[in-house]
């Protein structure tokens, strides 16, 4: 059986997919009942103990519980219901949930400008902010711990910079500047809070301030608020940041996701930042394989959403709730199988349990708390302390395989409330969505990274390869291929005549070679500083930024000019070749403006997004901009030097087109060297040569037939 070209390259393509495929389903699988490699001492053994075993059941002991916010986004420009819902928070939610602890997750004001592109740190917003805290005066009823996002470092040279007003406003900034500390002693045991400031140093304006870096004197940092956890007897801990740990760039020689997994007290790492991606992935949750659980947060910003977690004897639980959406349930015995940590938490806890336990919140008193297991009748709740309500089981009942509990609460304002979520007893696992995991658990900047190479050898191994092969041909060491997909052929043939005109191809090639390797932009990138952007890094003065967001920002540049840019010009020659050939062809003005319209429009974009980089940067970014500015020059001037190009410069490639069509006709290629002969004689040739073979093909068609 005779297999197609086309058939092989499928097959070849399905091959690569499904090994990238099986790539990341390995990247992203997690065995939660084996301690990572991350766990290993010097010479790579596992140090790794069983955790502490409770004895579960109707105690109001060993229980804390707190609260999450982050992405506030407080703004003097843009939605004044954030800062009167915040209020509410500090005042209605906090008094009626009665948490030990409210984390505040970073970005906590907005830092854009009114016109919602430039951004700097508003006196106003942080005023507005410690305004709220101290009228409700809920740093005095509360732990209140916040930490800065990258909006909150907008605009920032350095923590002593005027315009730092996190150091004023904020509860922590003038006690720690950067990550920090706090326990919580309950009497019977201690928790520690650990804060993590991942922000840039400095902090540029946007859009390039999205990524956090930890440098080494960070690391050792973090490393000491650990150690002091260890020698106050911690029993568990609670990490938090702005950052997810997928987009920190780790300057030193490991990173947070290795220092916590060594750390088997560390439980959980909470953070914001992703907004939900756009409402794309809203429960972003993951357990790393370092073995503690990650849980971005929905943001304040437009979402209204906070958290609830509770570590009820050993066992961490959390809900995420929209505000004002009462009664609120948090069920930490038995535990959803979606988060369960064995090398954090003890299973034989839960096994050996002797009743299931809730917590209920309302800002009324509650009437009932009921729950179901499975499919049995509702059970009415005993009340024991505060928002601890209990019920006894018989868990032996449920040690196989998965399970199903169902809380309903109902408040005096008869409001109602159901909750429910698998559970297992014996080891059983329930896995997340792909998503989340994927986005936790990869490392952004080398996805950014990857795509921007793709589609930078996208954008000039073709060129470059169809030059060589132009260039080979015109030396009569190979053969023109013949192709049957006339679509593929067309594009070939299209693309193949750029990469025989010189000032064409080399505009191109060395254009995009500068874009990845040149500066983009210099400009006021801090207030009163200059700075250089380049795709791997970014100079202020004699500070240096690693590059994160600019290779997304670098492959949005090739994908939206550069390769459409290709593909306009192509189609542009492959026009002026046809013009060429019939000169007595008269185009409309309807025609010329719809061929010109696609590089208009690519000019345009550039134009619009310099706009934006102006408001960004300055005047003088856009000025000196080789990749705003730049890129128009570069389009224009490639688009009028093909409109304009002499006859004379695509002789060779005219005879290319011909001898295309000649080998397509009779089923050969011509070798004729007529590069240096006038047009007008070459033509004349040319027309003598298709004669001749039609004449041969006529003669060898009849004398078959006799």
């Not at 520690?192 to 960070?218: M, T, V």
């Not at 006021?524 to 952007?533: A, P, R």
């Amino acid at each position: 059986m005779k297999i197609s070209k086309s058939t092989i390259v499928l097959l070849v393509l399905m091959l690569i997919f499904s090994i990238l495929m099986a790539n990341i389903a390995d990247f992203i699988s997690i065995n939660p009942h084996f301690p990572d490699e991350t766990l290993g001492d010097n010479n790579g053994e596992i140090q790794w103990t069983e955790p502490k075993y409770y004895n579960i059941a109707n105690s109001y002991n060993h229980l804390i519980w707190f609260l999450q916010i982050t992405d506030i986004h407080i703004s003097i420009f843009r939605d004044p219901s954030r800062l009167s819902e915040f209020k509410e928070f500090c005042n209605v939610t906090v008094n009626s949930i009665q948490p030990r602890v409210v984390l505040a997750s970073g970005d906590l004001t907005d830092a854009i400008v009114k016109d919602g592109f430039g951004s700097k740190q508003e006196h106003r917003e942080w005023q507005h902010y410690r305004y709220i805290i101290d009228q409700t005066n809920v740093s005095k009823k509360v732990l209140w711990l916040d930490v800065r996002g990258n909006h909150d470092n907008f605009d920032i040279i350095n923590f002593d910079s005027k315009n730092n007003y996190y150091l004023y406003y904020s509860i922590q900034g003038k006690k720690h500047p950067r990550s920090y500390m706090y326990n919580i002693d309950t009497g019977l045991e201690t928790y520690s809070f650990i804060a993590i400031d991942a922000c840039l140093k400095p902090g540029p304006k946007r859009p390039f301030n999205f990524i956090g870096i930890l440098d080494q004197d960070e690391i050792n940092r973090i490393q000491q608020l650990i150690n002091r956890s260890k020698e106050s007897n911690a029993a568990h801990a609670v990490v938090f940041g702005h950052y997810p740990t997928s987009s920190i760039i780790s300057k030193a020689d490991t990173n947070i996701r290795n220092i916590l997994g060594s750390h088997k007290e560390s439980m959980v790492y909470l953070c914001g930042h992703f907004h939900t991606l756009g409402n794309m992935v809203p429960n972003m949750y993951s357990l790393q394989k370092a073995g503690f659980l990650e849980l971005e947060l929905a943001d304040w910003k437009d979402n209204r959403m906070y958290r609830l977690a509770a570590i009820d004897h050993g066992q961490f639980s959390f809900i995420d709730i929209k505000h004002n959406d009462w009664p609120v349930i948090l069920i930490t015995n038995p535990k959803n199988v979606l988060f369960m940590m064995p090398q954090k938490e003890n299973l034989e806890s839960i096994i050996k349990s002797t009743h299931v336990r809730i917590l209920a919140f309302s800002t009324v008193p509650l009437k009932t708390v009921e729950i179901q297991l499975d499919n049995d009748v509702w059970q009415k709740c005993g009340h024991v302390n505060g928002p601890l309500y209990v019920l006894p089981w018989n868990s032996t009942r449920y040690k196989q395989g998965i399970h199903q509990i169902t809380v309903r609460v109902v408040d005096n304002e008869n409001r109602r409330k159901i909750v429910s979520y698998s559970f297992s007893l014996d080891g059983s696992w329930l896995s997340v969505s792909i998503l989340p995991k994927l986005v936790l658990m990869a490392n952004i900047v080398y996805i950014f990274q990857f795509l921007f190479l793709v589609t930078l050898i996208l954008a000039i191994i073709p060129l470059c390869f169809l030059r060589f092969v132009h260039m080979y041909y015109k030396n009569n060491r190979i053969e023109l291929p013949r192709r049957r997909m006339k679509f593929f052929h067309l594009w070939l043939r299209k693309l193949w005549i750029l990469s025989a005109v010189d000032r064409v191809f080399y505009g191109l090639v060395l254009y995009t070679l500068y874009f990845a390797i040149g500066p983009w932009t210099m400009g006021e990138i801090i207030e009163d500083h200059t700075g250089v952007i380049f795709v791997w890094g970014t100079f202020i003065g004699n500070m240096y930024l690693p590059g994160g967001l600019t290779y997304a920002y670098g492959f949005l540049q090739l994908l939206c000019f550069h390769l459409p840019l290709t593909i306009t010009l192509a189609h542009h020659i492959d026009r002026r070749l046809r013009d060429a050939e019939c000169p007595s062809r008269v185009s409309s003005k309807f025609h010329i403006v719809w061929r010109y319209l696609p590089i208009l429009i690519i000019i345009l974009l550039q134009f619009v997004l310099g706009y934006f980089l102006y408001l960004e940067y300055g005047t003088t970014a856009i000025l000196l901009c080789p990749l705003r500015t730049g890129s128009i020059i570069v389009a224009a001037a490639l688009s009028y030097s093909i409109a304009t190009m002499p006859v004379s410069c695509l002789r060779f490639v005219l005879y290319l087109q011909y001898d295309m069509l000649s080998a397509c006709r009779a089923g050969h290629v011509f070798e004729i060297f007529l590069l240096k002969t006038q047009y007008l004689q070459y033509k004349c040739i040319l027309y003598f040569i298709l004669k001749i073979e039609r004449l041969k093909i006529f003669i060898f068609s009849n004398s078959n037939n006799n």
